[in-house]
């Protein structure tokens, strides 16, 4: 309740805002569009998959580009992990908020691309009229990018925050965020924040004709889990099959959790997220939405956003097989035969928890069943009026009057750790794109070029409205 107190104090005082913030002057933003462009060519020509060992020097790369723009050796702290490696950059305020810094934090790895598939070469920036086209090139060097030349760019105005500004640019992101890790718990002092605002996920949502439709900001996420279900046998040659096998009791057990459905559930994150949604969808989405909203028993609503792959886990638990492995021998009975499941769980419940549910569901005593890897849960953040009002005026002159939609993500980014060590965490970004042109991790990745100018603006605006003295 706490929650949709605050939102609805937050709706009201957005109606009161005097003005926007001072729009900054085109040609500086074209000017230091055209740098965030050079920075986002080099990044995309720098193969930062796992693995190839290519994070440390797009790092070292970076952190020339701070010091060419003024920053001081010691602002910059590259920690190395592995193969990979983080950055982390202060820029110093004057300290006259009397308030603990704002970390700003995107990842410089990017999922692999296989050059064969795509249109165009992967690892190389690729434009036409409307977007840019490369691995990374939306998820997430472009934010990496941009905070880059908003820092040169307050650097070389000569801006002083009213607090330290930190940005951390992690390095395993995409696979292990193990580099995250790292860093809250032996970096913590060079990281420690009021908030973290991970610049990777959310921000603004074209409809088909291009228009502005809401803004997206992150205030949870779901637990990430994977657990393994081993049916085992004691074997034997194939020439003489018996009735138990363990393929055929995994094989069951997988088909009763297909039959099985998490609980419904919401929350006050995703009530307003559909309450904020419904009326911009004018099809039976948004219909569903709205019908939830005003009964979130409504099994026709239910049903409807359950069947959509992107909606559907915004109800609840969601857990899918994803890996099959078994067998040792084409002529022998399987002795141990595994089934990998992948669980995104709802806020408010731990993945042991899951696990024994998924148990009861598969209904085999004799299946053995582990977590795989380490779960992370993160609790939700806090809904900052601060913030909220922030992102309202950084907007106005860029898109005015858009609606700002608070979002529970069903991935899991690094924002979930800072969460998780005690650092509220909104996930917003700069770029306006459609859905459907969201091609992150797959084929032929792309992001608007307009998204370049806008994402200047928004985030000076930003640093403006969140960290200077207003009177
Ligand atoms: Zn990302």
Redesign the pocket.
Known sequence: MRYRQAFLGWVLATLLLPGATIAADADTVAHYSERATALLRDAIGRQTVRGAGNVPAYAATLQDVFIEAGFSPDALTVVPYNDTASLIVRYAGDGSSGRKPILLS??MDVVPADPEAWLRHPFELQEDDTFFYGRGVL??KFDVSILTTLFVWLKESGFVPNRDLIIAFTGD??TAQETVQQLTRDYRELIDAEYALVV??GGGVLNDAGEAIQFQVGFAEKTYATFSMTAKNPGGHSSMPRADNAIYDLARAIQRLEAYQFPVETSEITMTYFARTAPLLDDEVGEAMAKLVSDPSDEDAIATLRARPEYVGTLGTTCIPTMLSGGHAENALPRAVTATVNCRIFPGHTPNEIMRELQRAADDSNLEWSVVGVPVSSPASDFNTEIMAAIGAALEPIHPGLPIVPEMGS?T?DGAYFRAAGIPSYSLSGIFINPKDSF?HGLNERVPRASIAESLRFWRAMVDELATNKN
């Open positions: 995107s990842h998820d997430n992101e995409e990777d996920g991935g980014t992150a």
